[in-house]
């Protein structure tokens, strides 16, 4: 419906016109906030991106150094690719210890709603600083992980300080936050018709055909939808390597988003990390687009593929 204009206002003009402005006011402080918070801030770095803008220096000279000296920097391709093997290691990880755990929990037995609440606790503390100290408390040379291996008879070993171990110790802090996703595919899981289930067992399929065939297929769009959440998550990664390891040990768990934050508060030169930050968002970006290309090849909506509607 066309909402009337004019000066001559209708009744229901006249309506019209106080529901947006009702609108504007509720969205206003939301609108502020994105303004001064993303908006500014995104613009500005595009900005002082082409410049060479120190945190107390200022700025000298503007041009596409930064941009030149990225493909240049053996330092931040070697973060780029510590930060894409990271989250190759996490998200597969997390996604399939969600699912089983959703398998497990869509069970009606007593007591089952405590069950699910502990499994998603970890979702809830994880992200915090805490967790993360008590993580590296845990797998310290003398920490209770090396402890209890000890007590198996097995040799200490050094999590924290291999290069082959560290990565590791970070991915198992964020697989073990699974709660989110677990909840997205336990209700996808609800939503699976049984009467599939009943259809093949009658064809005498047994639990793992019906799985791949049954299971998966309906819950594609919501592998999908995990998997496009949980990249972004991973990418961004900044408190487990910060806390734990600083990066190290020798840069192999520095991700690109503790590369960063060195260069721009270590470092103090802003402009760099401002060019590395879009440079990153435009890598993650493609990664997402071809996310979206893929699904029409596997993801099913309705039952069938996309590229077959």
Request: hydrophobic share 50%; net charge positive; charged share 15%.
């Given at each position: 419906?066309?909402?009337?204009?004019?000066?001559?206002?209708t009744?229901?003009?006249?309506?019209?016109r106080?529901?947006?402005?009702?609108?504007?006011?509720?969205?206003?402080?939301?609108?502020?906030?994105?303004?001064?918070?993303?908006?500014?801030?995104?613009?500005?770095?595009?900005?002082?991106?082409?410049?060479?803008?120190?945190?107390?220096?200022?700025?000298?000279?503007?041009?596409?150094?930064?941009?030149?000296?990225?493909?240049?920097?053996?330092?931040?391709?070697?973060?780029?690719?510590v930060?894409?093997?990271?989250?190759?290691?996490?998200?597969?990880?997390k996604?399939?210890?969600?699912?089983?755990?959703?398998?497990?929990?869509?069970?009606?037995?007593?007591?089952?709603?405590?069950?699910?609440?502990?499994?998603?606790?970890?979702?809830?503390?994880?992200?915090?600083?805490?967790?993360?100290?008590?993580?590296?408390?845990?797998?310290?040379?003398?920490?209770?992980?090396?402890?209890?291996?000890?007590?198996?008879?097995?040799?200490?070993?050094?999590?924290?300080?291999?290069?082959?171990?560290?990565?590791?110790?970070?991915?198992?802090?964020?697989?073990?936050?699974?709660?989110?996703?677990?909840?997205?595919?336990?209700?996808?899981?609800?939503?699976?018709?049984?009467?599939?289930?009943?259809?093949?067992?009658?064809?005498?399929?047994?639990?793992?055909?019906?799985?791949?065939?049954?299971?998966?297929?309906?819950?594609s769009?919501?592998?999908?939808?995990?998997?496009?959440?949980?990249?972004?998550?991973?990418?961004?990664?900044?408190?487990?390597?910060?806390?734990?390891?600083?990066?190290?040990?020798?840069?192999?768990?520095?991700?690109?988003?503790?590369?960063i934050?060195?260069?721009?508060?270590?470092?103090?030169?802003?402009?760099?990390?401002?060019?590395?930050?879009?440079?990153?968002?435009?890598?993650?970006?493609?990664?997402?687009?071809?996310?979206?290309?893929?699904?029409?090849?596997?993801v099913?909506?309705?039952?069938?593929?996309?590229?077959?509607?």
């Amino acid at each position: 419906m066309k909402r009337p204009s004019g000066p001559g206002l209708t009744g229901r003009g006249k309506y019209f016109r106080q529901k947006e402005n009702e609108g504007l006011l509720f969205i206003s402080l939301w609108l502020a906030g994105f303004i001064v918070f993303r908006l500014f801030p995104s613009v500005f770095s595009l900005v002082f991106s082409f410049s060479d803008f120190n945190l107390f220096g200022g700025i000298e000279k503007w041009g596409f150094m930064n941009y030149i000296g990225i493909a240049a920097d053996k330092k931040i391709t070697a973060s780029f690719a510590v930060t894409v093997k990271y989250a190759a290691i996490t998200v597969p990880l997390k996604l399939i210890a969600a699912l089983l755990a959703a398998l497990l929990l869509n069970h009606a037995v007593k007591g089952i709603g405590f069950f699910r609440t502990v499994f998603y606790i970890p979702t809830v503390l994880g992200s915090s600083v805490a967790i993360a100290i008590l993580w590296k408390a845990l797998f310290r040379d003398d920490g209770l992980v090396n402890q209890f291996l000890v007590l198996l008879g097995h040799e200490k070993i050094s999590w924290l300080s291999d290069t082959g171990n560290a990565l590791w110790v970070i991915s198992f802090l964020r697989i073990w936050q699974f709660g989110s996703s677990m909840v997205v595919f336990l209700a996808a899981l609800k939503a699976v018709p049984h009467e599939l289930y009943e259809a093949a067992e009658i064809d005498g399929a047994g639990t793992i055909r019906k799985f791949f065939t049954i299971t998966v297929p309906f819950l594609s769009p919501v592998i999908f939808y995990n998997m496009v959440t949980q990249t972004g998550l991973a990418f961004q990664e900044f408190n487990a390597p910060f806390v734990i390891t600083q990066g190290g040990p020798r840069g192999s768990t520095t991700l690109i988003s503790l590369l960063i934050y060195n260069i721009a508060f270590q470092e103090k030169n802003m402009g760099m990390a401002c060019a590395l930050t879009w440079v990153f968002f435009i890598v993650v970006s493609m990664i997402g687009a071809l996310m979206f290309i893929s699904q029409k090849y596997w993801v099913y909506y309705d039952g069938t593929p996309r590229e077959e509607k």
